[in-house]
């Protein structure tokens, strides 16, 4: 009776872990925090990305658009999208937007706020 039920259990599980969402497990620099200008942006995920389908991207606090270029994957763990910071960016408040798809084919976004101190 025991083997029976943990066997429906695990048919009834099995699927849904599969199909799992792409969730952010870790940004850098971390939310909400005060930090000086950071040579990258970085947001590693809990699923594997589709880089051609999954983006980072910075907006400063008066809405426009940070231009840093296009979100590279790690190619190390296909779960981290990285942009590089080229110049150091100026003391203000920032906000980085992630749009990503998976590779079960879910799409997730989200964002996050960072500081630059002086």
């Known amino acids: 009776m025991k083997k029976a039920l943990l066997a429906i259990a695990a ?8 199909w799992a969402h792409a969730h952010l ?10 930090v000086a200008s950071p040579a990258s942006i970085s ?6 990305l589709e880089p051609a389908f999954s983006s980072l991207s910075v907006t400063g606090a008066d809405g426009k658009a940070v ?29 980085v937007t992630w749009k990503v798809l998976s ?7 989200g964002q996050w706020a960072f500081t630059v101190k002086p």
Do not use: C, M
């Open 43 to 48: 947001a590693t995920f809990t699923e594997r």
């Open 25 to 34: 497990d870790k940004s850098t620099p971390a939310a909400n925090s005060a």
């Open 11 to 18: 048919a009834v599980l099995a699927p849904q872990l599969a």
């Open 103 to 109: 590779k079960d084919g879910h799409k997730t976004n």
């Open 67 to 95: 231009d840093l270029g296009r979100a590279a994957l790690d190619p190390g763990d296909g779960k981290t999208l990285v942009l590089t910071v080229g110049k150091p960016l100026p003391p203000a408040d920032y906000k």
